[in-house]
């Protein structure tokens, strides 16, 4: 291989080599990735060991990255054609995993530029068009436009800042995100947050036979129901326990395990969908749109919970179930706060009828 001419490399071309070749190749320069480089980024296979890596499957949803320059982003993913070889359960509400295939892609764009460890930080607003649970044989597109890119050379970060939305073959838009931003941190400083969030013990690397089927997302446990407050608007809080044998983090990421940002967010959603129906009557609420999330900790896996705040929650004139407000809180596993503020989060989330 004549790895001087890898930008002209296509997909057709990267699906001829062998692991060994596409391990040789210097992806920083590549414009395409077939599945298997993304799956070797995912291992550290790429010269990328000690730095960002992409999450394995099944939290990676992107089974090709057709375009990838300065400007844009463009890959896709297909869903099984059967049931039985989809590893979540069916009935699964997705937004959230998709919604994560975003900040992936930033976060693997942005790592072509420096060396460090990617780090999901805030997007702005999300809305959901469509459904995006699973469908037999379904592609989904992700889309993504560059508008920032901030370098500090003087500590080795930068930043990324990306529009993005998920669309299907048609062009029908699904999902569509505002103002993605991901870090690129230095890998001692991701050490330290370990130290600072409970992030000590490692977890049991997944088995290469490994089969997941039937995978939920983890959310609560623990869901008193709600409190009504003086003004008539709802509060509502819940815990979840964190442990190293927690699904998620066998697969995101290697070497570096973390629950991803985005599965907060579900289990955010999932505690303002039990308000809306506990509360405001709703059948079947459905996640709607949320104006911001910031993420400012991470969810590492040494034994802790994690605690649910919606604050302000009620109903407006179309029906639509709202917190004005909510927070994820690290606590120890006796319910003490382990730090004050909250490392995630969220303003205007909402949920509505399903249609």
């Given at each position: 291989m004549n790895t001087p001419s890898v930008q002209t490399l296509n997909l057709t071309d990267l699906d001829s080599l062998d692991d060994a070749q596409?391990?040789?190749l210097r992806w920083k320069e590549l414009q395409c990735f077939n599945g298997r480089l993304l799956e070797l980024h995912a291992e550290g296979l790429l010269d990328n060991e000690f730095s960002a890596k992409l999450p394995r499957k099944p939290i990676l949803c992107i089974d090709k990255i057709e375009v990838l320059n300065e400007e844009r982003i463009e890959a896709s993913f297909t869903f099984p054609a059967n049931a039985s070889d989809w590893p979540y359960a069916i009935d699964e509400a997705l937004e959230m995993l998709f919604q994560d295939q975003l900040d992936q892609l930033v976060g693997f764009w942005a790592a072509r530029k420096i060396n460090g460890i990617g780090r999901a930080l805030s997007s702005g607003a999300c809305t959901l068009h469509q459904s995006l649970n699973f469908e037999p044989a379904?592609?989904?597109?992700f889309v993504l436009e560059k508008r920032k890119w901030m370098e500090n050379s003087s500590t080795g970060t930068g930043t990324a800042v990306f529009n993005a939305k998920i669309q299907d073959t048609s062009g029908q838009l699904l999902l569509e995100t505002r103002n993605v931003i991901v870090g690129i941190?230095?890998?001692?400083?991701?050490q330290e947050l370990r130290k600072q969030y409970g992030g000590q013990q490692g977890v049991k690397e997944p088995s290469s036979t490994d089969k997941p089927s039937n995978l939920r997302v983890p959310v609560f446990d623990n869901d008193p129901g709600s409190i009504t407050g003086s003004d008539g608007v709802y509060?509502?809080?819940a815990t979840q326990v964190i442990n190293p044998d927690l699904w998620p983090l066998r697969y995101h990421f290697r070497g570096d395990p973390v629950v991803p940002g985005n599965f907060g967010t579900h289990g955010m959603i999932a505690l303002l969908k039990?308000?809306?129906r506990d509360d405001f009557g709703l059948k079947n609420p459905v996640f709607k749109s949320l104006s911001r999330k910031s993420f400012s900790g991470m969810i590492f896996e040494d034994p802790k919970q994690i605690r649910f705040k919606l604050i302000n929650i009620s109903q407006n004139d179309a029906g639509d179930v709202v917190a004005e407000e909510a927070g994820l809180y690290l606590e120890d596993s006796q319910g003490n706060a382990l730090i004050e503020a909250p490392i995630y989060t969220f303003?205007?989330?909402t949920v509505t009828e399903s249609v």
């Open positions: 596409l391990s040789g379904k592609q989904v597109l941190l230095n890998p001692q400083d991701i509060n509502r809080e039990d308000s809306a303003k205007n989330l």
